[in-house]
Every structure is written in structure tokens, then in C-alpha cells.
């Protein structure tokens, strides 16, 4: 029940009752519900939107999040630049070190490919920056494959090196016998005439003149095969297996300093010169086998002779003259 008010009225000198007009009434009753209703609303914004009433732990929060996109996009740069230095080692790997060492380059689809399947980013996503964080995370998964296959490349190119290191010093790559120590060159590689019967045939070695007991050299690493006088016409003669196909024949020695099962390098003393066998003179006789076909030796005088050399020994070589065996 509502409260009854009275006023005094001086004149009258008595108490009056306070007659509210309905009018009024019904003015204070629009007037607290449209405070109602705006203080409702207010409210509502509030809750909705916080932007407007932003809190000290929403500002640190959003200094956050605009911290964490610049280190994002800092992060993005740096991936950039590593991607054109892995793109140039790539380049490099391809076009230079598999193409030297004869070697299958790595497909781009290969170092490129992707990561299908299953969604491994599904954790990332539905964050107002979930396609920030997302395509940053899916690079550096691309990087670090990348990375890990031009190291696993790189651990191939390093073991092929090694085998062209071997490959190098096995081949047969200096002559058997110093020049200062030659006499001259008696014959090369082709057809000769045969100093015991006078025929002309075909000559598979090169013969180097030289005084008896001059010092033989091992034209490149291997090892030794046999150090014998099995071979009939060759007399005391030395054959060195130097793996990659490669295999030399020393001929005609009058002595041995190596013995069958020896690993020697190249420029080790094998033995010496001497004209044991079907010799006419002191001479060595010196072949070179690639696979089974005997090859001419002068091509493989590149590491002990100059171009001025090689020239000299290359016309005394072609010349068709006699044999010394």
C-alpha cells in the first residue's frame, strides 16, 4: 500500500492531503523505464563490445597479439632469405657438383613437395590469426624438409668426392719411367715391326729405353697382382690391379722391389729395368688395360709431363719403327 503524503497549509492552518495527478503519474513511470532501458542497453554494449571499455589487461593483451604479428612477420622475412640461400645451394647442387661427379640431379618436385593427407594444421585454426600463424608454420615444414633432403644430397656428394679422390689416384696417370732416365722412346702403341722375325704387327705397349737397374714406378694406386715371369715373352714382369677397371703390366724387369698382394701409390719403386724374356735390349715394356682391352699409354702421361713433353714423346711414339720385344 502506497504511503499517503500531507502538506500545511499556513492559511488554513491544517494538514492537507497531496493529491497526485495521474499525468504526472504516468511521467515518472516513462521517465524509469527509459533509464531502465538505457542503462540496460549500456550494459549490453559492454558485454559485446569491450573495445569501448577496454580494460588494462585488454591493453596488454592486445600489445601482445601486435608483438606476436610483428615477430611473425619478421620471422616470414628471415624464411624469405633462407629460402634463396637454400635455392642457390640447390642450384648449385644440381648443376655443378651431380653433373661433375655424373650424378642423377634431385627433382624439383621432390625438394618441393608438400605435406598431404591428414590435416596437420587443424589445431591452428578458427584464432583471428589462425592464416598467419598457419601459412608460417606450413613454410617452415617445407624449409626443414628441404633442408633435410639437400643434407642428405650433400652427405652423397662428399661420398662421391671420396671415390673420385680414389678414382683419381688409381688411374695410371705418369709415366713408369723418369725422363732423365731415358735413353729414348724405342717404340709406342701400333703396329711395329717384330725385331725377332721381322713382321710387321701390332705393338699393345710403348717400350722406354733405359739403362739396366733403372728405377720402375707405379703409375698410379693399386695393388700388386702378380711379380713373376708367368707370362711367356715378357720375362720378369709385374702387373698391378688399380681397381675402376684399371690394371698396368711392367715387362722385361731385371729385378723386383715389390712382391704379390702389396698395395703400392703412385711413384712407389716396383722394380727395375732390365731385358729379361724376349727383349733384344735393355728396355721396360709398359702396358695399360682398361677393362679388358688394352688402351694406348700415352694418353694417361698427364701427371708427370708437360703439354712441350707430351708432344715430343707423342711423335717418337706414332713413329713406325721397330720394337725392342
Known amino acids: 500500500m502506497s504511503k499517503v503524503k500531507y502538506y500545511y497549509d499556513s492559511e488554513n492552518l491544517a494538514y492537507k492531503r497531496i ?17 531502465s532501458a538505457l542503462f540496460g542497453f549500456l550494459i549490453f554494449l559492454l558485454l559485446i563490445n569491450t ?40 642450384n648449385r647442387d644440381n648443376n655443378i657438383y651431380r653433373i661433375y661427379f655424373n650424378s642423377t640431379p634431385i627433382s624439383e618436385e621432390e625438394r618441393k613437395a608438400g605435406f598431404g593427407g591428414v590435416n596437420r594444421y587443424k589445431d591452428l585454426q578458427g584464432f583471428n590469426n589462425s592464416e598467419l600463424i598457419e601459412n608460417t608454420t606450413k613454410r617452415v615444414d617445407v624449409l626443414t624438409k628441404e633442408l633435410v633432403i639437400q643434407s642428405k644430397s650433400l652427405d652423397e656428394i662428399v661420398a662421391l668426392a671420396k671415390q673420385k679422390e680414389k678414382l683419381l689416384a688409381a688411374i695410371p696417370a705418369i709415366q713408369p719411367v723418369k725422363n732423365e732416365d731415358l735413353k729414348h722412346m724405342a717404340s709406342g702403341y701400333g703396329y711395329r715391326s717384330d725385331p725377332f722375325t721381322k713382321i710387321r704387327k701390332f705393338h699393345y705397349g710403348m717400350d722406354f729405353t733405359a739403362r739396366t737397374g733403372t728405377p720402375i714406378y707405379a703409375t698410379g694406386d693399386g695393388v700388386v697382382y702378380k711379380a713373376d715371369a708367368s707370362l711367356s715373352g715378357y720375362g720378369n714382369h709385374i702387373e698391378i690391379n688399380h681397381g675402376f677397371g684399371y690394371k698396368t703390366l711392367y715387362a722385361h724387369l731385371s729385378k723386383y722391389n715389390c712382391r704379390p698382394g702389396q698395395r703400392v701409390k703412385r711413384g712407389d719403386i716396383i722394380g727395375y729395368v732390365g731385358s729379361t724374356g724376349r727383349s733384344q735390349a ?28 707430351y708432344i715430343e714423346i707423342s711423335k717418337l711414339a706414332n713413329q713406325e719403327n721397330q720394337s725392342l720385344d
Do not use: C, W
Open 51 to 90: 573495445s569501448y571499455f577496454e580494460t588494462p589487461k585488454d591493453k596488454i593483451q592486445a600489445r601482445e597479439i601486435e608483438a606476436l604479428k610483428l615477430n611473425y612477420t619478421v620471422l616470414n622475412k628471415k624464411l624469405d632469405l633462407m629460402d634463396d640461400v637454400l635455392e642457390a645451394i640447390e
Open 19 to 35: 493529491q497526485t495527478r495521474k499525468r504526472k503519474k504516468f511521467g515518472y513511470v516513462v521517465l524509469f523505464l527509459v533509464s
Open 282 to 309: 735393355p728396355h721396360l715394356h709398359y702396358e695399360v688395360f682398361k677393362g679388358s682391352e688394352r688402351v694406348n699409354p700415352l694418353n694417361f702421361y698427364y701427371g708427370s709431363i708437360s703439354a712441350k713433353e
